[in-house]
């Protein structure tokens, strides 16, 4: 049943990366789990991705309004 729902999961991202051979980008801490399953790959990884990028628009977006 886990083979089944890794696979129904990552497949699917594999079509896309070979489709279109560009680097994919893990986040959070649950992707963790499936980082094993895409071996030679451009991935990037960062658990906090997302929270970072938030405060790099909100750091921006406050220097327009000063």
């Given at each position: ?7 129904s999961i990552i497949l ?13 980008y893990f986040t959070g ?34 220097k327009k309004i000063s």
């Open positions: 049943i886990n083979y089944a729902i890794f696979n699917p991202i594999l079509n896309l990366y070979y489709k279109y051979k560009m680097p994919l801490g649950d992707s963790k789990l499936i980082l094993n399953h895409f071996n030679n790959i451009d991935l990037k990884y960062d658990k906090n991705m997302i929270f970072k990028s938030m405060k790099s628009i909100i750091k921006k977006e406050e």
